[in-house]
T-cell receptor, first 117, second 114 residues
Framework: GNSVTQMEGPVTLSEEAFLTINCTYTATGYPSLFWYVQYPGEGLQLLLKATKADDKGSNKGFEATYRKETTSFHLEKGSVQVSDSAVYFCALSAFNAGGTSYGKLTFGQGTILTVHP | GAGVSQSPSNKVTEKGKDVELRCDPISGHTALYWYRQSLGQGLEFLIYFQGNSAPDKSGLPSDRFSAERTGGSVSTLTIQRTQQEDSAVYLC????????????FGPGTRLTVT
């Protein structure tokens, strides 16, 4: 079956530090890959996505590249801010037997990021 | 416009009672998903609705769980004879179509079974 493994947290950084959160996956076929973010007291929000190999998703200074050869989708940001403190989830979308996606998401365990001033 | 809404936001119930959780998806969204977020299991898929097609119930953890979607819009997740292990945050999400990739999540219902 499909699965997502992401770097265990919590991760604590100082403002302006470089961030990497590792994510690897196991899936049949070619899934779409996502990073979702959950800010304190808020719901899950899509941060970025990539739908095919070598695609790079980016948003709010965050980036992740779909690497088929290493089955990875690591999240990076060059300079984190206090406002980036949140829980980050890596996820993939499933395909049904016919090979079309209906969007069911399989999530990693989540990584708590805390950024200090 | 309005996002996905869920009610109640918090629910405390006694073990053995039945509970109903409600989800109002974004207007016009044909696909609706329920997920559960708990400390031990992380975020896990429960059930998926698409239009008038039969739902995918493959993620429901037991036959105490059921869900319906009336008129292709509002959905209700029902848990019968609740157990303490049912305590979790239940999240609803909707998307314009199953192939549009982005799912919009509601704020969740925090269920506590005492």
């Amino acid at each position: 079956g499909n699965s997502v493994t992401q770097m265990e947290g919590p991760v604590t950084l100082s403002e302006e530090a470089f961030l990497t959160i590792n994510c690897t996956y196991t899936a049949t076929g070619y899934p779409s890959l996502f990073w979702y973010v959950q800010y304190p007291g808020e719901g899950l929000q899509l941060l970025l996505k990539a739908t095919k190999a070598d695609d790079k998703g980016s948003n709010k200074g965050f980036e992740a590249t779909y690497r088929k050869e290493t089955t990875s989708f690591h999240l990076e940001k060059g300079s984190v801010q206090v406002s980036d403190s949140a829980v980050y989830f890596c996820a993939l979308s499933a395909f049904n037997a016919g090979g079309t996606s209906y969007g069911k998401l399989t999530f990693g365990q989540g990584t708590i990021l805390t950024v200090h001033p | 416009g309005a996002g996905v809404s869920q009610s109640p936001s918090n629910k405390v119930t006694e073990k053995g009672k039945d509970v109903e959780l409600r989800c109002d998806p974004i207007s016009g969204h044909t696909a609706l998903y329920w997920y559960r977020q708990s400390l031990g299991q992380g975020l896990e898929f429960l059930i998926y609705f698409q239009g008038n097609s039969a739902p995918d119930k493959s993620g429901l953890p037991s036959d105490r769980f059921s869900a319906e979607r009336t008129g292709g819009s509002v959905s209700t997740l029902t848990i019968q004879r609740t157990q303490q292990e049912d305590s979790a945050v239940y999240l609803c999400a909707s998307s314009f179509s199953p192939g549009s990739y982005e799912q919009y999540f509601g704020p969740g219902t925090r269920l506590t079974v005492t």
